[in-house]
């Protein structure tokens, strides 16, 4: 059954973490050399195919003791939160440009920047971590995907406009302390039980 509640707390907490990311800034980057729209269609697609590995994995995740996995969950969180607050700011990506702008260069472009740039990422290990805590990979899912398209739109079409008015390090504060209070939560669960 789809969670509404499940797929926002999804939503919120992948949003904030992928949003200082370096998937945000190079989406930005295509986005001015190219057709947004080619661009998107690229990002979204590889993605789709992150959030897919990251559900497969985290229902793997269930099969264990849930005292287990909360305490797995709750690590992993937290480490994911460290992560954000003691990170160093790295410089932007170089993308290479595409010989021609058709929309199959362009949106493949995208998709292996993103392929590979997002494999093993905090958000594609805190996707899974969230498919495990609720057991509900379709409102997860959902929520990831939507969240993930969200930052690569963003990105693409106003990612410097945003960023004018709202500073990357407050975005990376808030995603840690959502990531803190689940890790948290992941914790008392495991040891209460």
Same mark, same amino acid.
Not at 9 to 31: H, N, Q, R, S, Y
Not at 87 to 113: H, I, L, N, T
């Given at each position: 059954?789809?969670?509404?509640?499940?797929?926002?707390?999804?939503?919120?907490?992948?949003?904030?973490?992928? $949003?200082?990311? =370096?998937?945000?800034?190079?989406?930005?980057?295509?986005?001015?050399? %190219?057709?947004?729209? %080619?661009?998107?269609?690229?990002?979204?697609?590889?993605?789709?195919?992150?959030?897919?590995?990251?559900?497969?994995?985290?229902?793997?995740?269930?099969?264990?003791?849930?005292?287990?996995?909360?305490?797995?969950?709750?690590?992993?969180?937290?480490?994911?939160?460290?992560?954000? $607050?003691?990170?160093?700011?790295?410089?932007?990506?170089?993308? =290479?440009?595409?010989?021609?702008?058709?929309?199959? =260069?362009?949106?493949?472009?995208?998709?292996?920047?993103?392929?590979?740039?997002?494999?093993?990422?905090?958000?594609?290990?805190?996707?899974?971590?969230?498919?495990?805590?609720?057991?509900?990979?379709?409102?997860?899912?959902?929520?990831?995907?939507?969240?993930?398209?969200?930052?690569?739109?963003?990105?693409?079409?106003?990612?410097?406009?945003?960023?004018? %008015?709202?500073?990357?390090?407050?975005?990376?504060?808030?995603?840690?302390?959502?990531?803190? $209070?689940?890790?948290?939560?992941?914790?008392?669960?495991?040891?209460?039980?």
């Amino acid at each position: 059954m789809f969670s509404f509640t499940v797929a926002a707390v999804v939503f919120g907490v992948v949003f904030l973490a992928e $949003l200082p990311d =370096k998937t945000a800034l190079a989406g930005l980057m295509l986005g001015t050399r %190219y057709r947004a729209s %080619y661009v998107f269609a690229g990002v979204a697609a590889a993605f789709l195919v992150h959030v897919a590995l990251a559900i497969a994995a985290g229902s793997v995740l269930t099969l264990l003791p849930h005292r287990l996995v909360q305490a797995v969950v709750g690590t992993l969180f937290l480490a994911g939160a460290a992560v954000l $607050l003691f990170r160093k700011d790295g410089a932007e990506e170089e993308v =290479k440009k595409p010989a021609d702008q058709s929309f199959w =260069k362009v949106s493949g472009a995208g998709f292996m920047m993103i392929l590979v740039a997002e494999f093993g990422d905090l958000t594609q290990i805190m996707t899974a971590n969230l498919a495990a805590r609720y057991e509900d990979p379709l409102s997860v899912g959902v929520g990831a995907v939507l969240a993930l398209w969200t930052v690569a739109g963003l990105g693409i079409l106003g990612g410097r406009t945003l960023m004018k %008015y709202v500073p990357l390090r407050l975005i990376t504060k808030v995603a840690a302390c959502a990531m803190l $209070l689940l890790g948290g939560l992941s914790m008392y669960e495991a040891v209460a039980g």
